[in-house]
């Protein structure tokens, strides 16, 4: 009976972190209530315009945001998964702001600085092509402007780390 329950717990805290794949999209036109009721609280919400912007993250470790844009009219204008390359790669820069990047891919996986220009560095886990665990970070300079951006292999992924048995 202990194994029985072993198993209930440890599939639900399973899929607890897969709740947002596992919720029914929301779809253009729906209310913005329609939306937090498919999908939850979000994770952050932020202003563009005359937008409100939904974040949802599965970070720090998932590799998925999706981000509902509700309209002027609180209508769902689109709704979709951020963390792509063609996503990051509209980030502009020598431009983007910290707003801009957190309004274009939402919070990162992790936050770091390097010395080396005294940037302060936001990581994002992603699956590149669909395909590569990969990690892209956004450098800031001291003034919050995005001024460099690095993609690779994310390590939590790096099989070379793990013990061989």
């Not at 932020?46 to 590799?63: C, K, S, V």
């Not at 951020?82 to 790669?89: I, P, Y």
Request: hydrophobic fraction near 35%.
């Amino acid at each position: 009976m202990r194994t029985i329950v072993t198993i209930a717990i440890l599939t639900t805290l399973a899929l607890g972190g897969c709740a947002p794949l596992l919720r029914q999209a929301p779809s253009p036109g729906d209310p913005a209530d329609v939306v937090t009721a498919k999908m939850g609280q979000p994770t952050a919400v932020y202003q563009d315009g005359h937008e409100r912007i939904l974040e949802y993250a599965t970070g720090p470790m998932g590799q998925y945001t999706w981000m509902a844009r509700i309209g002027p009219d609180g209508k769902l204008v689109s709704y979709e998964q951020v963390l792509t390359g063609e996503k990051f790669a509209t980030i502009k820069i020598d431009k983007a702001t910290k707003d801009d990047v957190l309004r274009t891919v939402g919070h990162p996986a992790e936050r770091s600085h390097v010395a080396l220009g005294n940037y302060e560095v936001w990581s994002y886990r992603y699956k590149e092509s669909g395909v590569w665990n990969s990690m892209m970070h956004v450098h800031f300079d001291a003034n919050g402007i995005v001024r460099l951006m690095q993609n690779g292999p994310d390590p939590m992924y790096d099989d070379r780390k793990r013990p061989f048995w």
